[in-house]
């Protein structure tokens, strides 16, 4: 709940939307975490970061991804950082192991947390 309001997912950050469970793919890069959801995440990211030349489409403000990124990911300094970040991703992606998972996942101390429901507060579906 927030305010008045029911918030089913919490967009953007190194966790699920839905569950709130940390992301599997996940690793320190230039002081912070960089994660992705998938491998075509991971790609999609890599090409990005790898490009020389970045155009923009029109002026007008996009809720697109790129456009989205923070700022050190998108700074040329970074580039090689990013990119060796983006290929532990993708190296993460192949593992399948609990034991596997990134210690960048567990950076904030949430392993395990309890899971609450979204929707059926008191109710049935409550732990």
Not at 9 to 20: C, D, I, K, N, R
Not at 35 to 57: I, K, M, P
Not at 82 to 106: H, I, K, M, N, Y
């Amino acid at each position: 709940m927030r305010g008045a309001g029911l918030v089913g997912a919490v967009l953007g950050g190194s966790e699920e939307p839905f569950f709130q469970r940390p992301l599997w793919l996940q690793t320190r890069c230039a002081g912070r975490i960089l994660w992705a959801f998938n491998e075509e995440h991971v790609d999609a990211l890599s090409a990005y970061v790898a490009a020389l030349l970045r155009e923009r489409g029109g002026v007008r403000p996009t809720r697109a991804m790129f456009g989205r990124l923070p700022a050190w990911m998108k700074r040329s300094d970074h580039r090689s950082e990013v990119l060796a970040g983006l290929q532990t991703l993708r190296e993460l992606a192949a593992r399948t192991a609990p034991a596997d998972r990134s210690d960048a996942a567990f950076g904030r101390g949430d392993r395990p947390r309890v899971h609450r429901s979204l929707y059926f507060r008191g109710g049935p579906y409550e732990p």
